[in-house]
């Protein structure tokens, strides 16, 4: 079974400063991976999807991810961050079965707060 | 073009009792998976419907069941709730059996 390992719970950054979340999974085959943000009290919106071919793909609002097979990661990236961007940031991967997508599976969230 | 809709916002139920909460997928999408959401936690896959079946379960009691229509609408139903069932509640959808989900604003169901 496929899992996910968000190793920050928090993460503190100064406005404009740059940001890395971290995210590592586990998957027998090539993994799909997402990137999901949610605000307060809010659902989830996708910024970014790996997957395949090139390992950096970028996403809405300035994000970028990489993909990296060799450490299992799939880190999350922002040159400058704006304080509207203090949120909780998911990692997931995707199964597959059947010729289709199953459930997702999410990491437990890393909550970002930024200082002004 | 509509996202995902959830009914209602929030509930409020007691130990004991039934909820049914509803979800409309975003146009042209027409399968449906609902999560739940403990507070701190990251979403918990429930089930899967596509083509009116559950395609795929997780790791929930059988408290939990779910329906799909042939408008591709669903609905979650929970039996006999729990304290611990509080959460909130999230319906994605997507195209065909496609691996990217687009999740609604969710359901806060409280239990006392």
């Known amino acids: 079974a496929q899992s996910v390992t968000q190793p920050d719970i928090h993460i503190t950054v100064s406005e404009g400063a740059s940001l890395e979340l971290r995210c590592n999974y586990s998957?027998?085959?090539?993994?799909?991976l997402f990137w999901y943000v949610q605000s307060p009290g809010q659902g989830l919106q996708l910024l970014l999807k790996?997957?395949?071919?090139?390992?950096l793909v970028q996403g809405i609002k300035g994000f970028e991810a990489e993909f990296k097979r060799s450490q299992s990661s799939f880190n999350l990236r922002k040159p400058s961050v704006h304080w509207s961007d203090a949120a909780e940031y998911f990692c997931?991967?995707?199964?597959?079965?059947?010729?289709?997508?199953?459930?997702?599976?999410f990491g437990k969230g890393t909550h970002l707060i930024i200082q002004p | 073009d509509a996202g995902v809709t959830q009914s209602p916002t929030h509930l409020i139920k007691t130990r004991g009792q039934q909820v049914t909460l509803r979800c409309s997928p975003k146009?042209?999408?027409?399968?449906v998976s609902w999560y739940q959401q403990a507070l701190g936690q990251g979403p918990q896959f429930i089930f899967q419907?596509?083509?009116?079946?559950?395609?795929q379960r997780g790791n929930f009691p059988d408290r939990f069941s779910g329906h799909q229509f042939p408008n591709y609408s669903s609905e979650l139903n929970v039996n006999a709730l729990l304290l611990g069932d509080s959460a909130l509640y999230l319906c994605?959808?997507?195209?065909?059996?496609?691996?990217?989900?687009?999740f609604g604003p969710g359901t806060r169901l409280t239990v006392l």
């Open positions: 998957y027998g085959a090539t993994p799909y």
């Open positions: 790996y997957f395949s071919g090139d390992t």
């Open positions: 994605a959808s997507s195209p065909g059996l496609s691996d990217t989900q687009y």
């Open positions: 997931a991967v995707v199964g597959r079965s059947g010729g289709g997508a199953d459930g997702l599976t």
């Open positions: 146009s042209g999408h027409d399968t």
């Open positions: 419907y596509y083509e009116e079946e559950e395609r």
